[in-house]
């Protein structure tokens, strides 16, 4: 089967849609909301009422969160570029306006690409409409997932939940909350599932929103479970302990949402480069797409570094959501998107405010706001070391056990 990397004609004008929403929508808002840190994005309402609409007529594929299914994998030789291209290729355009008001979305969390990715169909019929963030992050760890302490105990028909999680995208806006929890910490990895916890449910408290770095738009909660007691029917996949399986069915998830962080990355990062060539321009430095970057000014011989590693970025990224869509297995594909992505996208931004100079660290354009902004793309959802041992496992073919 040949890979196109080519955008499709039917995800054009989504794209050009996203594009323009971009443009004249968020742009004009990302400084208020910038400085305005947890105040909810009002705006952002019409916009959810918009992709719903698009949603319901069918008139847009991708315009939701989506998700990577591996059940019913029919093997053909038909190439598809179906909702996991429309969905990385949309945010991207969406994150060249604005990364915290795109996380900001209504219904659009990364725990709606989780509940698309693993939920059967009854919960995928139940949650339908639903704003779900994911909580998988703890005090006591990062980036391991496997460290999970939060426990869910079956209690007749209910799991009582009790733990901990920071760092809660869109925590205290959301209505549900996927939760990563262990059945039994002495089983290790195959032990954690996920759970989606509707607010409101007794027992979990927001008990506090972040202050960060960038992202400013977007609530960053620490919640905390206190015996809180969730219907057996809200955990998603198989209840059984498969200790063989392992880890596999709950880091499925990242298979999905690696990408769209990963797309994310590379639209911020875009944005940098499409402010940096006007402000270079202006300055008198012309870059020359015709002239080996040798012979050209050394601001214009580093843009066009930086260009090069932002199209390796991006061309990753479309590679692990056109796999998704055509059922093949993408962890290691989706890991290189987001490391490589996570790296490009801060050096990319870094890099652009130091060629700007003194504009480029103002509040004059927002180059500033973005280089703050991409810095949590190459952390959240897996930090960079953290891809990079993936892919190494991988390609090695060793186990988390043998390789650390």
């Known amino acids: 089967m040949t890979i196109n990397l080519e955008i499709p004609k039917k995800h054009r004008a989504l794209i050009d849609q996203a594009h323009q929403v971009a443009m004249n929508m968020l742009r004009p808002i990302s400084r208020k909301y910038d400085i305005a840190e947890h105040e909810y994005p009002k705006e952002l309402d019409i916009l959810a009422a918009m992709i719903d609409g698009l949603e319901e007529s069918g008139a847009s594929e991708g315009a939701g969160a989506a998700g990577v299914r591996r059940d019913g994998i029919v093997e053909d030789a038909t190439v598809k570029n179906g909702a996991n291209m429309a969905s990385v290729t949309s945010i991207a355009e969406m994150c060249w306006g604005d990364v915290g008001l795109m996380l900001s979305f209504p219904r659009q969390g990364l725990g709606n690409s989780a509940i698309a990715s693993v939920a059967n169909d009854e919960q995928l019929a139940r949650f339908k409409g639903k704003w779900a963030s994911m909580a998988i992050t703890e005090p006591a760890f990062g980036s391991d997932s496997a460290a999970v302490s939060t426990t869910a105990v079956l209690d007749g028909d209910e799991y009582v939940i009790n733990g901990e999680k920071i760092f809660v995208t869109s925590g205290e806006r959301s209505d549900c909350v996927v939760v990563w929890a262990t059945l039994d910490k002495?089983?290790?990895?195959?032990?954690?599932?996920?759970?989606?916890?509707?607010?409101?449910?007794?027992?979990?408290?927001?008990?506090?929103?972040?202050?960060?770095?960038?992202?400013?738009?977007?609530?960053?909660?620490?919640?905390?479970?206190?015996?809180?007691?969730?219907?057996?029917?809200?955990?998603?996949?198989?209840?059984?302990?498969?200790?063989?399986?392992?880890?596999?069915?709950?880091?499925?998830?990242?298979?999905?949402?690696?990408?769209?962080?990963?797309?994310?990355?590379?639209?911020?990062?875009?944005?940098?480069?499409?402010?940096?060539?006007?402000?270079?321009?202006?300055?008198?430095?012309?870059?020359?797409?015709?002239?080996?970057?040798?012979?050209?000014?050394?601001?214009?011989?580093?843009?066009?570094?930086?260009?090069?590693?932002?199209?390796?970025?991006?061309?990753?990224?479309?590679?692990?959501?056109?796999?998704?869509?055509?059922?093949k297995p993408n962890s290691l594909e989706a890991s290189m998107a987001k490391a490589k992505a996570g790296r490009v996208g801060s050096d990319v931004t870094l890099s652009c405010v130091e060629l700007c100079s003194s504009i480029g660290y103002s509040e004059a354009e927002l180059l500033e706001k973005w280089s703050r902004d991409s810095k949590i793309l190459d952390i959240f959802e897996g930090t960079q070391q953290i891809q990079q041992l993936i892919v190494a496992r991988r390609i090695l073919g060793l186990s988390s056990a043998e390789l650390k």
Do not use: H
Not at 261 to 282: E, I, N, Y
């Open 186 to 327: 002495s089983l290790g990895r195959a032990a954690i599932k996920s759970f989606v916890v509707e607010k409101g449910t007794p027992g979990m408290k927001v008990e506090r929103l972040e202050e960060k770095l960038g992202i400013r738009a977007s609530d960053t909660a620490v919640i905390t479970f206190t015996d809180c007691r969730v219907p057996k029917e809200n955990l998603m996949g198989s209840p059984e302990v498969n200790v063989e399986q392992g880890f596999a069915g709950a880091m499925a998830t990242f298979d999905n949402t690696r990408p769209l962080v990963a797309a994310m990355a590379v639209g911020c990062a875009q944005a940098s480069l499409d402010l940096t060539r006007d402000l270079l321009k202006q300055a008198g430095v012309e870059v020359d797409y015709d002239k080996p970057a040798n012979l050209q000014s050394a601001a214009a011989a580093r843009f066009l570094q930086l260009e090069a590693d932002w199209e390796g970025a991006r061309l990753l990224t479309l590679q692990a959501a056109w796999m998704a869509d055509n059922r």
